[in-house]
């Protein structure tokens, strides 16, 4: 996804109109409603939208939680896109000429009330693809005393997919999703892809099993609208496309996958690097005991004034 740099240095206009689509879940009614606000730079949706809650109109329901783009929890549809609205500047979509932001709830998605909607069959389709490590051996599983041998190409190799933070917006924007209730969806493919390329998994041929019972590989049309609002450039247009080649291998009987093997753990061996001379260590703290356990910190060193 794009991203305008630049936008939280710039001023946007000094009042803002925040046009939001409403629902009310009780009456069954969906209105537009809209707010004027003054802003200030640096103000994001997320921002306007916690104002008009606290100082407007307090009936006014979206979901939020971390406000830095980790958590994916404030997705919604900003001037027709599917965005973040922690990551989105009001200076970015109102400008002097058109002081407007409209505000809309994810695509594709039930409406709760307002700007929440439900993720259940969302998650539901993610659980549906085992999004997790599977081991065959279930002596390994329950009792671990070895470690996995990965090497960084093989990690690289997956490892933009464990950035996904399940916001669904890659969803909101596909017009699969929309259009064919069985899809997976974007999201859920990519997650399968990044187990399938995980060189520590052994649960390939379950998933693909899977995948090609489902038929949701082939519903894809490749619009790639799905990477192209992804707020973490994760590109999950591209993980389908490496599913329908690994599908393809597998049904020639090609597929192949190299396991990571269990080894010993890593020893370390090098010489513990002296404290600097300037260094200075607290009154009554032991380094050598706190690297064979646990540090205990003495509730009466916090309560002191």
Known sequence: ?????????RRPPEVVKVRVKRFHPEKGQGWWQTYEIKTYRGMTVLDALLKIKAEVDHTLVFRY???????????VVVNGEPRLSCQTQISEKATPER??????????????????????????????????LIRLD???????????????EELEAFYEYTLCISCGLCDAACPVYASNPRFLGPQALAYAYRYLADSRDEGWRLRLEELERDGSVYRCHFAASCSSVCPKVVDPAGAIQR????????????????????????????????LP???????????????????VIPKEKLLED
């Open 65 to 75: 939680s971390c406000r830095m783009g980790v958590c994916g929890s404030c997705g």
């Open 138 to 152: 279930k002596q390994e599983r329950e009792n671990p005393a070895l470690e996995y041998e990965q090497r960084p």
């Open 99 to 132: 002081p407007e932001v409209v505000v809309e709830p994810l695509y594709n998605f039930p409406v709760l009330r307002d700007l929440t909607t439900d993720f259940t069959e969302f998650f539901e389709k993610h659980r549906k693809v085992r999004p997790y």
């Open 277 to 295: 001379p300037e260094a200075r260590l607290m009154e009554g703290v032991d380094l050598e005991a706190q690297e064979k356990g646990a540090p």
């Open 1 to 9: 996804m794009p991203v305008d740099l630049k936008a939280v240095t």
């Open 243 to 274: 599913l329908r080649r690994a599908l393809l291998a597998y049904n020639l009987r090609l597929f192949k996958k190299r396991t990571a093997k269990n080894v010993e753990p890593m020893k370390v061996s090098a010489e513990r690097w002296p």
